[in-house]
């Protein structure tokens, strides 16, 4: 490719709107070009990376069994009723009405109609088992797109479903889909962990994500050093000390001016926080919700949603605590009716607590539960934190940020059951299709692998998912000998399947040229200029040298065959 032809061009400046290093210089770079919030074009640089990466994912599905298929991202919204699904993804889902006044959604995901078609073509056990996959326009009505392509409203995603008889082969299936995952993060030079996480809107049990470590990701990791549990923090479980229990004290009211928050109380009663309750207010499903948990923990509002199973929670605004009679900052479970009451374990980890009143500048020390209150769920709705300990080993937890490269669940019936997708087994019994769903987000892999490998100057592309392998830069091409040299040598590597962006500008000064091979940042660079040719030599450079040195130009093509073959540096 020459890059006098090429549709995108370079930024010299930071765009404004850029959040993030992979937001800002594929930008820069000319990779992708903004349309609306959450939605852009890929450019001809970009698109060749997600070809690269699609190719190595589709390898290594297929190696794992995999049949690729293609889906419609336009379905009828009764396939989601039917699921419950249309109320659990919320707002998130595209919904309209055709010409014909019938409900129609654009896909997030896929896994209504891939069942309808296992089960139109499944019919007994000797039918299974199955990994059907795509790889294919995903659309979800994000609240905030952020990030460039690391969240967005439509994008490209491989998902992947299996369906299977029993759980063994369920199992067999999962763990032949998550060493195809290592396989393909591996393959595009990215290093992933592998943490516990939550299902949330797609349903399921067993499900683990694959996080690219990262300080500007959206994600946080809990991690045991010792024991190498890794969770998301939404799913991570921990162990912190529990209060030393005491003789039950009577409940007692006691003044607390001013007080709102746990750190003052905790302050001005010379208590540790472990020794409060904190109350927090929710809406859930447009009802109140009041939550209890020990003063030293914060509740884990992914975990809350699943113990209640909640389609739609969030914090209560004030005039809805007010509406609900409650005292912000003085408020408990004593004495509390008509309102839904769940708290955390953690209020059975310790006695004589302090806790609101339930009215302005007043406390109740000595609060036990269940004497004194109530609640209508326990569960462990705590987020572990790092600094707590691990439930596995006992060594501290420790915390990273990352972002999700990849998904995979264990489904179990749920979408078999609600669509009647039945085999028959060996003595002619018909049962539900055991299913598991494992995807990729191909744009976002691509802005991960652009977040973890840069520096000051620009991308560092890992060479298998480099646009090109090779920045040819021609210098003083207006030279009659260094313009035939150039070509000549840019030829020669097409000639030899090597993928090169060859740099023929002519009105370009060289320090663009150079600051436009390091913005790109393919994996190898060639100078061809008449200082190099009128020794016979041509500049040679990997993106992550800091020294260019010289090649004789007669093993220009063997040098760079070489180079490629060990990783393009």
């Not at 669940?409 to 039945?422: D, N, V, Y």
């Not at 646009?467 to 207006?478: D, E, I, R």
């Not at 060289?510 to 190099?532: E, H, T, W």
Request: net charge negative; hydrophobic share 40%; proline share 4%.
């Amino acid at each position: 490719m020459r890059f006098s032809r090429m549709v995108s061009k370079t930024l010299r400046d930071d765009p404004p709107e850029a959040e993030t290093a992979s937001h800002r210089l594929m930008l820069r770079a000319g990779l992708i070009h903004q349309v609306a919030a959450g939605v852009y074009s890929y450019l001809p640089l970009a698109l060749r990376s997600l070809r690269k990466i699609e190719n190595i994912i589709r390898e290594e599905i297929d190696a794992a069994g995999g049949q690729e298929m293609m889906m419609p991202a336009l379905q009828p919204q009764e396939l989601w009723e039917q699921t419950g699904r249309k109320e659990a993804f919320g707002d998130n889902l595209f919904s309209f009405e055709d010409r014909r006044g019938r409900p129609m959604v654009l896909a997030p995901t896929h896994e209504e109609v891939v069942t309808n078609v296992v089960k139109a073509n499944v019919q007994s056990y000797r039918d299974l088992p199955l990994i059907l996959y795509q790889i294919q326009t995903k659309f979800r009505d994000e609240p905030r797109p952020r990030a460039g392509l690391v969240r967005v409203r439509e994008f490209d995603m491989k998902d992947a479903y299996s369906f299977n008889a029993d759980d063994e082969s369920l199992d067999e299936s999962y763990q032949a889909m998550a060493q195809a995952y290592r396989n393909i993060f591996r393959r595009c030079g990215l290093p992933v962990l592998m943490a516990e996480a939550d299902s949330g809107a797609i349903g399921g049990k067993d499900s683990h994500e694959f996080l690219l470590a990262t300080e500007t990701g959206e994600d946080t990791v809990i991690t045991c050093s010792s024991c190498d549990y890794t969770a998301n923090a939404e799913k991570a479980e921990s162990s912190y000390p529990e209060v030393t229990l005491e003789p039950e004290e009577s409940l007692e009211e006691i003044d607390t001016p001013g007080l709102k928050t746990i750190a003052g109380l905790a302050e001005f009663l010379n208590i540790p926080e472990s020794k409060t309750l904190k109350a927090v207010f929710y809406m859930s499903d447009g009802e109140p919700l009041f939550v209890t948990i020990r003063g030293d923990l914060d509740v884990n509002e992914v975990k809350l949603k699943n113990a209640i199973q909640s389609h739609d929670l969030r914090l209560a605004e004030d005039h809805e605590v007010r509406a609900a009679g409650l005292v912000a900052g003085s408020a408990s479970a004593v004495g509390l009716n008509g309102i839904k009451r769940v708290a955390d374990v953690s209020i059975t980890k310790g006695n004589n607590f302090v806790v609101g009143a339930n009215k302005d500048d007043t406390h109740f020390k000595g609060a036990n539960y269940p004497r004194d209150f109530e609640a209508d769920i326990i569960a462990d709705i705590a987020l572990a934190q790092p600094g707590q300990l691990c439930v596995r080993c006992g060594h501290e937890l420790e915390s990273t940020r990352g972002v999700e490269v990849g998904h995979i669940f264990k489904l179990g019936t749920f979408f078999s059951e609600s669509l009647g997708a039945m085999y028959l087994d060996s003595e002619g019994q018909q049962h539900p299709i055991i299913m598991g769903c494992y995807g990729i987000g191909v744009g976002r892999l691509l802005a991960a692998a652009v977040e973890q490998n840069n520096d000051e100057k620009g991308i560092v592309f890992p060479a298998p998912v480099a646009p090109y392998q090779v920045h040819m830069v021609g210098l003083n091409l207006t030279d009659a000998e260094v313009s035939t040299a150039a070509e000549k040598l840019y030829q020669e590597l097409e000639s030899t399947g090597v993928e090169v962006l060859y740099d023929d500008r002519e009105d370009a000064a060289a320090g663009v040229k150079f600051n436009d091979a390091d913005l790109m940042g393919l994996p190898l660079r060639l100078v061809v200029s008449p200082r190099n040719l009128k020794n016979g030599m041509v500049e040679v450079k990997g993106r992550s040298e800091t020294e260019a040195g010289s090649i004789p130009l007669d093993d220009v093509l063997a040098e760079v065959a070489k180079r490629l073959a060990d990783g393009g540096e």
